[in-house]
Every structure is written in structure tokens, then in C-alpha cells.
């Protein structure tokens, strides 16, 4: 994991020497200003010299103090440039990874620790970068700098230095496997926080409905309460690492004070080195006491990248195939097509096979559960057939640039999303370059712009957040208005299972009715009217195709379609 | 002080003792460094001029002493620390929770957007370092900045004056000029963060939308764009409080020149033992630790500010008030007796908004203890409005609602849940097991009762063939079941519930047919003491004489409150 992180400075060689250059810097100013220090205080107290015989030492010990203030906020400086040109690599390599997963990957995940990962984990990755890292080399650099100054005048206190240093490593090392595993722990109870958080909220009306409040009041503080002993866990054994290490350093400056003090007694070392190696002594053990406090943080920077890193490891499920589509006009061919969902153990698709002939008009029917949506994901390359082949015309759909394929369609979910923008920007989604006036052509194509022109700001009204929100009926036509947007030749449409108010419900059929002419359309059917129009039905049980031809000639068999219609019925 | 600042200070008050405790072992992790040091450079001061050992014995106790103090302090500091911070987290939450709670939906209904994921878990979080990040560094530092002067007071009163203006000085000075390099940047970086926290879930919950139309690059590209911004304003930020760090520094230095400039000429007059000299330098260096955290405890201060100014945006909403309506009386009940399970809608009259038309005009139903009632009509017709009504998630605007033969205005959205068992439209089910979902609706429920009602609506196999069963998490959105599927369950967690009153809206819909005669026959079958109201479009094609039948044109009466009356006199049995 560290190494992997580590491998993002490859392309910053000079700013990360350059920090190190500054590091080193610091360390001999450090050594400098405890020189002169000594020296000035040595001469006024021992010596018996007047404060101007020691001026010009004080001046030098201040201008050393800006020097070393000076370097090391400049390498602080460099790291957070590093830090920060790291974070955009990695939010990168993530997003496209992403994309190339695709929405089968996102609709497993909790949107909301995915947005998470992108956003807050991200941002971790500093404590890493411009925090512990730097920090691991300080903790080297400053201590080897110190005791080369320090062995030349007394080996013995080099000799508790050396013995007390080696300690600090060795103690974190020890508790740091058991707080690694500890913070990640940690950090998924904080990813479950955050999901159970935003979906409480996503689910208030419910919540109000059941008149569940109050249970759920106790359940967050369950949940925190919970998450609270876990970090409290976490935190004494992360802070115990932390108090070996203070322990260490304070203890040994103690050692070391009593140490050159009963020295200086017999006269054994000079008052003026003596004093050195005293303000020295914090200067040696502070770099490794950072460390401890930064490696708590550094720990949560790798469970963050934990995350990250199982986003980019993922296998994008469908590979992506270079061709081009040939013409639009082909023919769509279904091959004993096989799927079944990860986790569920019933097939969704068993050996499905169809045809759709170009500018026909295919509708698929049957009960819930069928496999309707699957047909629809394998057709937009959401998923891909885990045996059997989808041809269009000659060329395997799985050959052809997904990107491309999708570029010759277009698709009207049931519940399309809505992004939190203006209604022309969600329209637009159908094609981005589109002027305003083709736009609300669009909406008044979906029997949208009535409705829209009702709105305070009209086709600049916000959705979502203290915007507007659209009844089903209208996000339905929304999403008939990108399709118009579109204009594509391969339609694919997802009928709303549950009635849509009046209104909806014939603007919806009037628009699609328009939007359907003269293309090629594979519509998932709950309406009469719109299965009677159709040159196709595919009456789709339990995975596969159970009957298939018009709805007359299939009412007129009196099979299993003629039975699903006469007792379920379409909805309108 | 700021208004929102200032609740958030009465929330931590809870905490008080928690936070002293936690401010004085900050004080003394500090006071022990500070006096290791001293008394390290009295020892050696004290042994250079060679007196015996036992004269040194005091102070290498002591120097033992807070060696061993400073770390032990420093170690209970941070946990009673983060304890105390966990503490505030789980405090706030449950606030802004409960400030939600008797918020009736359509309040509600702007929240639910990926701003509100951004607001409760990163605002809430945010709040969570109010002690740690900006109480605790000013209050350390204040307790450093008095007890350094009065101690330094004693060696001259000039050294404690001198100590004191440094130590202000990065109390004070540093802290507002930090706020004021950083003023621009944080207000900028705030609206960044919530635009990125939108655009990231927009990019992953539109994915599939997003995919088809050939646009996440584009998406991806506009968060890519705000989050460089951001990630430049935060390296900024971050670089101003490291030079601030730096600043704080210099100041140390420069105290302790001031210091030994002062306290030389003393030690030259033999006003201050010469031993002391080391001792008053090194002291002032070990002291200004504490002063590093607070040019950061600015940036987390505003931070905190705008987190809890956009928390107050919700938490200052007013539910619907609670109106004692004693003219409209419905005549039939005993009002002092008990309270008898119906639903009465008397002469309602509602829209959605000011210039929508009304959807409901004087609406007048009637459904007496133990009806069984199908209420049908064509779409939009306001049916599944009646049920928003009965809980109470809207204002009728005129009329009176009945529940329980009370007019529902007395009381509030959260009892008359507790007199309605309702299965609505919407089906939200919690990324939970099966199993919690069901108890969301009764948490007391065994689980033989959770099966009972879910082998009614007939999903128990399709549950139980799942391999973990009842415990199967449902995804968000309930992605895993279908249609179908999650519309039985919703229908059986409404049983599960168990209330007087019972409402479907659109119970059959999604289902097969073999499904909904069995629907049907659950819901004519529950428990003759309970109300069953049912909105659908379609009958039941067997046992329709269990059943009374409305239609919603029937009920309604444009303008002809004479009618509803003679209706209210008719249908009232």
C-alpha cells in the first residue's frame, strides 16, 4: 500500500530533493542555534562578560532562527505542492476508472461512500503525502544531524541518544501493525456512519410513515455510540504508540540532564557544551515524537487509499471493443444469451434468443422478474452476456466501441436522474451543444414546455436543492425530451410500471408515439395502447421468451401472453 | 458572537466538565515540558558551579518527575480529547435529527438531494472539532500565556511583562492575521467542497443516464475542473498556516533574545542569580509549543461556521402548527367516548400551491370503524393526496380530516402515524437487512410475525431462497428485488405495522394476476376491528361484496356544500 502510494512521487524528483535539501537545512540551523545560544549564556553566567561582549552571538542566534523558520516553511511549502499535484493524479486515474466500470459497478455500491471516496478520501491523501511521509524522513535526517554534532564533544550523551533512538522505531513498529488494522476497522464503521446518515434522510418520508422516528433516534445513537468505542479502541492503542515514544524522549532528556549535570559537577565537561547538548536534546527527540502523532494520520491516509486503490483494481465487466458499428440500419440478434446477477442464484436470462429487424418495432412483456431490465442493460453494455452473443448485423456487440454503439441510441429510463441543475442543462443531456430553442422544441416535442413555462424561472429553474421536483410523469417526459434531444435511429424505451396522473399519462403516449416514428424501438410494455401499435411482442417469462409475435396473433393463440393480458392487464 | 455560533456553544455545554478536564491535562502536558526543561537547566547551571550532590538531589527528582508527567498528561489529554469529540459528534447528530424529525415531508422534500449527503455527514463532522480544533488550543495557550508571566513575574516584573506581550502577541496577532490572509480563500473553498460533494454523487448515482447519453467524460471533466480549484485553494490555505506555524517560530526566538537581553544586565547586577539565566531561556523555549495549533484552529473555526450556518438553514424550519379546531365537530361520535378507528374527510377543499387549481373540492368521505372501502378514479384525481392529508404531510385548505373521529388538525404528523398503518406509492426501503426494514414498521415484531406477513403477500419464498434469508441486505434503492417484489414487501411491513387503520395506495400494481387476487384477499381478510382503505385502479375480480366501492367524482362537489352535507348525513351509516 505505501509502496504503491510512494510510486506517485516518481514524476517529482527535484521538488521532493528540494525538500529534503531544505530539511537538511533546517536540521543544521538547529544545531547552530543551540551553538550560540550555549555560548551567550555561558559567557554572561560563567565567564561574567557584560551583555554587549555577547551581542553580536545573540544577533547570529536570531538570524539562524530565521533562516531555519524560513527553510522549513519552504519545504513545508514544496510538499503541499507535491501533496496536491498527487491528489489530482489520483482523483483522475479514479474517475476514469469509473466510468469505465460503469453504472453496474456504481448501482452495487452505496452512492453515497463512493462519493465519499471521491471527495473526503481524496483529501486524506495529504496527511500522507505532506504529513507522514516528510515527517518519516525528518525523523531520520534531524537525530543523524544532531549526534554527528554531539560525538566529537561527548561520546557518552551520543551514546544515550543512540541507544534511546533506535527504541522509538522499533516500539511503533510493534503497535502500529495492531492500530493498522484497528483504523481501518475505523474507517469502514465511518463509511457505514455516513451511509446510514444519508439514507435516513433519503428515506424521511418513510421514516415518517412508519412513525419510526424515535426508534431511529435510538439507532443513531447505537450507531455513533458504536462507532465511539470502536475509535476510542482505536485511539488507545494509536495514542499508546504515541506515549511510549513522549515517554522515550522525555525521559531520556531527563537522563541526560542528570547525566551531564553530575558530569559538570566533577568537572568533567564544560558548562557551555553542556548546555549545547541540553537544548539540543528536545531538537532530537521532537522529530520521532511528530512522527508518532502524524502516524495516526498517516494511517487513515492508507486505509482512505485503501478504497481508492479497490476502485482501480476493479475488472471494468465489459471488455471494450474497438470497432465501429457499421450502419445504424442493422439487424439486433439475441443468442441463447445467458446472465445471472452476482449474489443472486436464479439465471435473470436463460438461453434468450430474438431478432429485431431494423425499423421495427419490438415491445418486450411479462411479469416482473422476467429479465426485461437485463435486456435493456446488455443492450446499453451496462453488463455483458456470460454465455451466448448479441450480434448487430454481422459484428458481436461485445467487438464493437461501447461508446460508439451508445452514440447511435437512445434511452428513456422509467426514473431517469435528475442532476441537480437547471431543467435546460437536464435536457441537455441529449446533446450539450444544444441551443435553447431546440431545447424547448425538445420539451414542447415531450409535452414538457407548458409545465416548464409554469415554473418561476422557467427553463432555468434549479433541481433538487430548494428547486424544483418533477412528478413521475414529468421526469418521464424529461426523459422523452433527451431522447428527442438525441435523435438517434435505435430508441430504447422503459415504460413507467404504476399510473401516471392523466395529463402524464397521454402526453407520455403522444410524445413517445412521435418520438418512436420511422426508428428502430425495443419499448419494456405495460401500456395496451402501445402494445396493440407494436409489429413485435416478445412475452418474456422467468428468463426467457415464452411466445412471440403480434399482439393480435398472440391474443388470438390464447396461450400464455393471451392469459398475462386478460388477467394482469396493461395498466392503462 | 454569532448566532449560530453560539448554539453550538450551548450544545458542547453538555460537555463542560469533559472539556476543563481535557483544557488543564493540556495545561499540564505543557506545564511538564516546560518545567523539564527548567529544571534541566537548573541542574546543570546548579552543577557548574560544583556544589554537592545532595543540593542537586531536589531537582533531579524533579526533573524525573516531569519527564515522566509530560508524556502520562499528554496521553490523557488526547483521549479524554477525542472521547470529548466523539461525544460532541454523537450530540450533534441526534440535535440536528431530532430538529428534523417533526418536519412534515414536503419541508422535507428539498433536502433529499446530494447537498443533504454533503450537509449531515461532512457539516455534522465538521461540527464534531469544535473543542478540539477551537476551543482547546486558545484555552491551553491562555492558561500557558498567565501562568508563564506570573512565574517569570517573580524572577523580575520586567520578564513577565516581556513574556507576556510574546506570548499574546501568538495568542493573538498571529491567529488574526492568519484569519485575514485566509479570509477570501475559505469562503471560496466552502462553496467548492459543495459543488464537488453534488457533482461526485450526481456523477455516481446518474452514471447510467449519464453513460447512455455518451456525457460522463463531460461530468467528470466539470468535477475535475472545481476539484483542481480546490485542491490549489486548499494548498494555499494549507501553505498560509504552515507560514503561520513559521511566524509563530520567529516569535519564540524572538522572545527568547528578549529575555536574555533582559535578563543579562540583571544577572550582571547580581539582581538575578546568574544559575537562573539558562533556566528563564530555556523555559520560554519549551513553552511556545502550544501556540503552533492556533493559526490552524482559525481555518477550523470557519469551517465550523459555515457548516453550522447551513445546519441552522434546516433546523430553524417551523413544523405545521398544532390548531385546535373546536367548531368542526363531526356529529356522529361520542366525543367523550373511546376513540372509535375511521377516516373522515368532511368538505376538504386543497391544492398543491396558491395558483395550482384544487385537486380536492369539497371532498366529503366518510369510512366507519371497521369499512372496507376501494377508492377508484382516473389518475390524478387526488387520491393518492388523501393519504398525505390523513398524515397530516400537508395543510388542508378547507374542510376538516378525521382520524379516529378527531379532527386531525390537533395533532401532529408523528401520532397520527400512530394511528395509520399506510403502504404509499413511494417505497424507500433502507440499505438494511430484509429483516430491519420489516421492524422499521414494529421494532418489537418476533421474527415468526415478520414471516407470517410476508408468506401472506407471498415473498417469503423469494426471501427465503435468498442464501442469508431475512438477513440479505437490500441495496440503496432497493436495487436487488423488482418491482413486484418491493411493492409486497411494502405492503407487508403496512401489516406488520398493525394499526387501526389501514391504507394501500396502489397495492396490485406491478403484480401478476395470480399475485393480486391473493393481495386482495389479504387485505379483505385482515381483522374486522380495523379500517381498510384501499386506492386503486383496478377491483378485485372475486369476493367484491366485501368491499364498498367509491369513486372519486362521487365524492367531489364543485361548489356545492349543500351536497357534502347531504353525503356526510347518507354515508354516515
Known amino acids: ?572 | 458572537m454569532n448566532e449560530n455560533l453560539k448554539r453550538l456553544f450551548i450544545q458542547s455545554l453538555r460537555y463542560k466538565w469533559w472539556m476543563l478536564l481535557a483544557a488543564l491535562l493540556g495545561f499540564l502536558t505543557a506545564g511538564s515540558a516546560i518545567g523539564l526543561m527548567m529544571t534541566s537547566a537548573y541542574i546543570i547551571s546548579a552543577a557548574a558551579l560544583h556544589p554537592s550532590v545532595a543540593e542537586l538531589q531536589v531537582a533531579i527528582v524533579g526533573v524525573r518527575f516531569f519527564g515522566l508527567s509530560r508524556a502520562v498528561f499528554r496521553y490523557l489529554e488526547r483521549l479524554v480529547t477525542h472521547s470529548v469529540t466523539l461525544r460532541l459528534l454523537a450530540q450533534f447528530r441526534i440535535w440536528f435529527f431530532t430538529a428534523l424529525a417533526p418536519l412534515v415531508p414536503p419541508q422535507l422534500a428539498f433536502l433529499r438531494s446530494g447537498d443533504l449527503l454533503s450537509r449531515v455527514t461532512a457539516d455534522v463532522e465538521t461540527l464534531q472539532n469544535f473543542y478540539i480544533r477551537v476551543l482547546a488550543p486558545p484555552l491551553v495557550s491562555v492558561l500557558v500565556t498567565g501562568f508563564m508571566a506570573a512565574l517569570y513575574g517573580v524572577f523580575a516584573i520586567k520578564l513577565g511583562l516581556i513574556v507576556f506581550a510574546f506570548m499574546f502577541l501568538a495568542t493573538l496577532a498571529v491567529p488574526v492575521l492568519t484569519a485575514w490572509m485566509t479570509h477570501r480563500i475559505g469562503g471560496r473553498r466552502v462553496d467548492l467542497e459543495s459543488q464537488i460533494a453534488i457533482l461526485a454523487l450526481d456523477g455516481v448515482q446518474g452514471l447510467a443516464d449519464l453513460t447512455v447519453f455518451g456525457r460522463a467524460k463531460d461530468h467528470f471533466k466539470r468535477l475535475a475542473q472545481l476539484h483542481d480549484e480546490f485542491i490549489a485553494l486548499t494548498k494555499k490555505q494549507k501553505q498560509i498556516v504552515a507560514l503561520q506555524e513559521s511566524l509563530v517560530g520567529v516569535l519564540m526566538n524572538a522572545a527568547v533574545v528578549a529575555v536574555f537581553m533582559t535578563a543579562a544586565p540583571y544577572v550582571e547586577k547580581g539582581l538575578v542569580q546568574g544559575v537562573y539565566l539558562a533556566v528563564v531561556v530555556l523555559g520560554v523555549m519549551a513553552a511556545f509549543e502550544v501556540f503552533l495549533p492556533l493559526p490552524g484552529a482559525v481555518m477550523h473555526l470557519r469551517e465550523i461556521v459555515c457548516a453550522a450556518k447551513r445546519l441552522a438553514e434546516i433546523t430553524d424550519m417551523q413544523p405545521p402548527p398544532i390548531r385546535d379546531v373546536m367548531g368542526a365537530m363531526m356529529p356522529v361520535y361520542d366525543w367523550d367516548g373511546p376513540p372509535k378507528p375511521d377516516i373522515g374527510f368532511a368538505d376538504v377543499t386543497f391544492s398543491y400551491g396558491r395558483s395550482e387549481p384544487p385537486l380536492l373540492q369539497n371532498f366529503s368521505l366518510i369510512i366507519p370503524p371497521q369499512g372496507r372501502v376501494i377508492l377508484t378514479g382516473p389518475s390524478g384525481s387526488g387520491k393518492s393526496t388523501l393519504i398525505k392529508l390523513l398524515l397530516r404531510f400537508h395543510e388542508v385548505g378547507q374542510g376538516t380530516v378525521y382520524v379516529q373521529g378527531r379532527p386531525g388538525m390537533q395533532y401532529d404528523s408523528d401520532f397520527m402515524a400512530t394511528r395509520v398503518s399506510a403502504a404509499p406509492q413511494q417505497l424507500f426501503f433502507f440499505s438494511t437487512s430484509i429483516r430491519e426494514n420489516m421492524l422499521l414498521a414494529k421494532a418489537e415484531a418476533a421474527p415468526a410475525d415478520v414471516i407470517r406477513v410476508c408468506e401472506m403477500v407471498g415473498v417469503h419464498e423469494t426471501i427465503a431462497a435468498l442464501p442469508e434469508g431475512y438477513e440479505t441486505r437490500m441495496g440503496e434503492w432497493g436495487v436487488q428485488f423488482s418491482g413486484g417484489e418491493l411493492r409486497r414487501l411494502a405492503i407487508a411491513r403496512a401489516l406488520l405495522a398493525d394499526k387501526p387503520i389501514f391504507i394501500f395506495d396502489e397495492p396490485i400494481a406491478n403484480l401478476d394476476a395470480e399475485q393480486e387476487e391473493r393481495i386482495w384477499e389479504v387485505l379483505a381478510g385482515l381483522p374486522r376491528h380495523k379500517t381498510v382503505l384501499v386506492i386503486s385502479h383496478r377491483l378485485p375480480k372475486q369476493g367484491m361484496e366485501k368491499w364498498q366501492v367509491y369513486r372519486m367524482e362521487e365524492l367531489q362537489h364543485y361548489g356545492k356544500p349543500e351536497d357534502s352535507e347531504k353525503i356526510l348525513s347518507k354515508k354516515n351509516l
Open chain 1, 1 to 572: 500500500m505505501q509502496k504503491r502510494l510512494i510510486k506517485y512521487l516518481a514524476g517529482y524528483k527535484i521538488p521532493v530533493l528540494a525538500s529534503f535539501a531544505l530539511t537538511l537545512m533546517v536540521g543544521a540551523a538547529t544545531v547552530w542555534q543551540a551553538r550560540f545560544l550555549s555560548q551567550a549564556i555561558a559567557a554572561v553566567f560563567i565567564d561574567q562578560q557584560s551583555l554587549a561582549a555577547v551581542k553580536n552571538t545573540v544577533w547570529l542566534f536570531f538570524l539562524t532562527a530565521l533562516l531555519r523558520m524560513g527553510s522549513q516553511w519552504a519545504g513545508q511549502s514544496i510538499l503541499y505542492d507535491i501533496s496536491a499535484k498527487v491528489k489530482q493524479t489520483i482523483r483522475q486515474q479514479v474517475t476514469t476508472c469509473l466510468q469505465k466500470l460503469g453504472p453496474s459497478y456504481a448501482d452495487q455500491q452505496q452512492a453515497g461512500e463512493l462519493k465519499n471516496s471521491l471527495t473526503a478520501g481524496i483529501e486524506r491523501l495529504d496527511a500522507f503525502f505532506s504529513d507522514y511521509l516528510p515527517q518519516l524522513v525528518t525523523a531520520v535526517v534531524i537525530p543523524v544531524l544532531v549526534l554527528i554534532f554531539i560525538i566529537p564533544g561527548d561520546y557518552l550523551s551520543a551514546l544515550v541518544f543512540l541507544l534511546t533512538a533506535p527504541l522509538i522505531p522499533f516500539f511503533m513498529m510493534l503497535i502500529g501493525d495492531v492500530a493498522r488494522a484497528r483504523t481501518q476497522r475505523q474507517w469502514r464503521a465511518l463509511g457505514r456512519l455516513n451511509a446510514f446518515f444519508s439514507e435516513l434522510l433519503q428515506g424521511m418520508v418513510t421514516v415518517k410513515i412508519l412513525g419510526c422516528g424515535e426508534e431511529l433516534a435510538k439507532k443513531i445513537r447505537q450507531v455513533t455510540d458504536e462507532f465511539r468505542t470502536t475509535t476510542m479502541g482505536t485511539l488507545r492503542i494509536a495514542f499508546l504508540s504515541a506515549l511510549v515514544l513522549e515517554l522515550l524522549s522525555t525521559l531520556s532528556i531527563a537522563i541526560i540532564a542528570v547525566q551531564i549535570g553530575l558530569r559538570l559537577l566533577y568537572g568533567k565537561i564544560a558548562y557551555e557544551q553542556a548546555l549545547f547538548i541540553l537544548i539540543l536534546a528536545p531538537e532530537f527527540y521532537q522529530p520521532l515524537r511528530r512522527l508518532g502523532a502524524q502516524f495516526h494520520a498517516g494511517l487513515e491516509s492508507l486505509a482512505a487509499a485503501r478504497r481508492l486503490f479497490a476502485i482501480l483494481d476493479e475488472k471494468p465487466p465489459a471488455h471494450h471493443g474497438r470497432i465501429r458499428p457499421a450502419s445504424s440500419q442493422e439487424s439486433i440478434v439475441f443468442e441463447e444469451v445467458y446472465y445471472t446477477y452476482p449474489g443472486r442464484e436464479a439465471s435473470a436470462l436463460q438461453a434468450l434468443s430474438f431478432r429485431i429487424e431494423p425499423g421495427q418495432k419490438t415491445a418486450l412483456v411479462g411479469p416482473s422478474g422476467a429479465g426485461k431490465s437485463t435486456v435493456i442493460a446488455l443492450l446499453l453494455r451496462f453488463i455483458d452476456p456470460q454465455r451466448g452473443d448479441i450480434f448487430i448485423g454481422s459484428q458481436r456487440l461485445s467487438g464493437i466501441d461501447p461508446e460508439l454503439w451508445r452514440s447511435g441510441l437512445t434511452w428513456a429510463p422509467q426514473r431517469p436522474f435528475l442532476f441537480q441543475s437547471t431543467i435546460a442543462d437536464n435536457i441537455r443531456l441529449g446533446d450539450p451543444q444544444a441551443s435553447l430553442e431546440r431545447v424547448i422544441q425538445a420539451a414542447k416535442q415531450a409535452h414538457l414546455h407548458e409545465h416548464i413555462e409554469k415554473m418561476p424561472r422557467g427553463y432555468d429553474s434549479l433541481i433538487g436543492e430548494r428547486g424544483v421536483s418533477l412528478s413521475g410523469g414529468q421526469a418521464q417526459r424529461l426523459a422523452l425530451a433527451r431522447a428527442f434531444l438525441k435523435k438517434a435511429s435505435f430508441i430504447i424505451l422503459d415504460e413507467p410500471t404504476s399510473a401516471l396522473d392523466q395529463e402524464s399519462e397521454t402526453a407520455v403516449a403522444r410524445a413517445s408515439a412521435e418520438l418512436i416514428e420511422g426508428k428502430t424501438v425495443l419499448t419494456i410494455a405495460h401500456r395496451l395502447h402501445t402494445i396493440e401499435q407494436y409489429d413485435q411482442i416478445l412475452f418474456m417469462e422467468q428468463g426467457s421468451i415464452s411466445e412471440c409475435g403480434t399482439h393480435q396473433a398472440l391474443l388470438r393463440k390464447q396461450g400464455r401472453y393471451a392469459q398475462y393480458i386478460h388477467s394482469a392487464g396493461a395498466v392503462v
